[in-house]
């Protein structure tokens, strides 16, 4: 490297970085406050706590003036540094880039806010975790935490508390405004935004603090639905343990969702509230073998052990004729075939190929009724008969493990 070169390396090595002046005014109840103190620390997603940049700390002289330095821009979050006094709202957060700024921080007296969280039962709920988070957007939006607007004011504007062995809170240092309070059973500090307070075992409530409570306080009582844990295994009909299995769950005629995965011994575990359900178990997409257990079905309202009784998947492929016009057949390739269990429940959607065949894979063994989704305004098509591997059937019964060439015969009536 020449000379010159290495001379401009060293002086845009030692550059310093771009810093702004902050200065301005501490006032409370609209008079300076001689010798407030303010902390101000950067806002970084993702920052653990032992990398968290040092807090900058502001004091106003006796005019409750003050002018510090700041060394990177960014978003800073002011607070009080001071008992029985607070931040109001709207100073709290402040975006400073290159230039000079000004503010004017303004000091209110905080809120006290008391309440308990109660089960249903009526019985304490110990521990449970409460956020507080003010709201700047219309009622109906800011619940909706996983928008963008949702996820900034989540972040920014909530406190996190928790219940003591009582199932009661005592929160001071909100600023009067309007808020909402947040219990939910599955609320972790690792992961604040998994709390959606519209879910099972969680309470929502609005309050809204006014100028007074700073004397009368608010006192709130939030109920949860009652919570019990389901635990079980999952095995084969001869009671051989099948690990890693997805367990999945719905209520009424909700879609299933993923709850939780068995472990190496075939057992799994999680909490739910009081109500009717649904469990199942079936393997990963990703598994070379599939299995599925079949539908257990019950209204918790205690502990509850269960055994999900898990088989292989079956497959079917096949042709699907019969003496339709080709405006039914074109309806049919656009509607398809549904598959119903034995109790008439929706099983799957077979698609069909232009050419009328089909295939399917990872269908639950048993027994199988085929119906037409036309739209009756369109006409009415029945299955009449059912061929699996040349025999004849009323309905499609299916082995564990089976792979089945089948043919439906239609015909419209």
Same mark, same amino acid.
């Given at each position: 490297m020449s000379y010159f070169l290495h001379f401009i390396y060293l002086v845009l090595f030692f550059i310093p970085?771009?810093?702004? =002046?902050?200065?301005?005014?501490?006032?409370? #109840?609209?008079?300076?406050?001689?010798?407030?103190?303010?902390v101000a620390e950067k806002l970084q997603i993702g920052v653990s706590e032992e990398n968290r940049p040092v807090a900058i700390t502001i004091k106003a002289d006796a005019e409750g003036k003050f002018t510090t330095q700041i060394n990177e821009p960014g978003q800073y979050m002011f607070i009080a540094a001071m008992d029985k006094w607070v931040l109001a709202e709207n100073t709290k957060i402040i975006k400073i880039n290159e230039n000079d700024i000004e503010a004017t921080f303004q000091l209110v007296k905080p809120s006290i806010v008391t309440g308990k969280v109660l089960f249903e039962s009526g019985k304490p709920a110990i521990g449970i975790q409460l956020r507080f988070f003010q709201t700047k957007y219309p009622a109906g939006h800011i619940v909706s935490f996983w928008d963008k607007a949702?996820?900034?004011?989540?972040?920014? &504007?909530?406190?996190?508390?928790?219940?003591?062995?009582?199932?009661?809170?005592?929160?001071?240092?909100?600023?009067?405004?309007?808020?909402?309070?947040?219990?939910?059973?599955?609320?972790?500090?690792? #992961?604040?935004?998994?709390?959606?307070?519209?879910?099972?075992?969680?309470?929502?409530?609005?309050?809204?603090?006014? #100028? &007074?409570s700073v004397t009368e306080g608010v006192e709130i009582t939030l109920r949860l639905r009652d919570e019990f844990e389901v635990t079980g295994r999952t095995s084969t009909p001869d009671n051989t343990i099948l690990p890693k299995l997805t367990i999945f769950t719905r209520a009424g005629a909700s879609a299933w969702l993923p709850k939780t995965t068995s472990d190496e011994n075939g057992k799994f575990s999680f909490r739910i509230t009081e109500g009717p359900i649904e469990i199942q178990a079936r393997s990963n997409e990703l598994d070379a073998a599939k299995y599925i257990s079949d539908s257990y079905a019950s209204t918790i309202k205690e502990d509850t052990s269960i055994n999900l009784k898990v088989?292989? =998947?079956? &497959?079917?492929?096949?042709?699907?004729?019969?003496?339709?016009?080709? #405006?039914?057949?074109?309806?049919?390739?656009?509607?398809?075939?549904?598959?119903?269990?034995?109790?008439g429940e929706p099983l799957a959607h077979l698609a069909l190929n232009a050419d009328h065949t089909f295939s399917i894979s990872s269908l639950a063994p048993g027994t199988i009724a085929i119906i037409s989704t036309i739209p009756a305004k369109y006409g009415n098509v029945a299955v009449t008969s059912i061929f699996k591997n040349g025999q004849a059937l009323p309905?499609?019964?299916l082995d564990p493990g089976e792979s089945a060439q089948i043919i439906i015969n239609l015909k419209s009536l």
């Open positions: 970085s771009s810093a702004a =002046t902050l200065s301005g005014q501490i006032v409370a #109840e609209g008079k300076p406050f001689p010798g407030a103190k303010l949702g996820k900034d004011l989540w972040q920014q &504007n909530s406190t996190l508390y928790r219940t003591d062995d009582r199932g009661q809170f005592r929160v001071n240092g909100l600023t009067q405004g309007e808020y909402y309070v947040c219990a939910n059973l599955s609320l972790s500090d690792a #992961e604040p935004k998994a709390a959606n307070c519209y879910g099972n075992g969680s309470s929502l409530e609005k309050i809204v603090i006014l #100028e &007074n088989q292989a =998947t079956a &497959n079917i492929s096949g042709t699907v004729q019969g003496q339709l016009t080709p #405006e039914l057949w074109t309806l049919l390739l656009k509607y398809g075939l549904a598959l119903l269990t034995e109790k309905v499609l019964l």
